[in-house]
């Protein structure tokens, strides 16, 4: 029983556009995030300036 040389492994080469729509989506996440704190702590500080005065 003889056995077969192993053929050579093609590896895809890495897509750098996949990667940057990745950091594209995580920015935009970081974005919306950061604008929806904003807006409850806005909210929170008008909501309580209205409920003093």
Do not use: C
């Not at 556009?17 to 594209?24: C, Q, T």
Request: aromatic content about 12%; overall charge positive; cysteine-free.
């Amino acid at each position: 029983m003889t056995r077969k040389a192993a053929t050579e492994v093609i590896v895809p080469t890495q897509r750098h556009h996949a990667d940057l729509l990745g950091i594209a989506y995580l920015g935009t996440i970081g974005v919306v995030m950061v604008a929806w704190i904003a807006g409850l702590v806005w909210a929170s500080i008008a909501f309580f300036n209205w409920l003093v005065s």
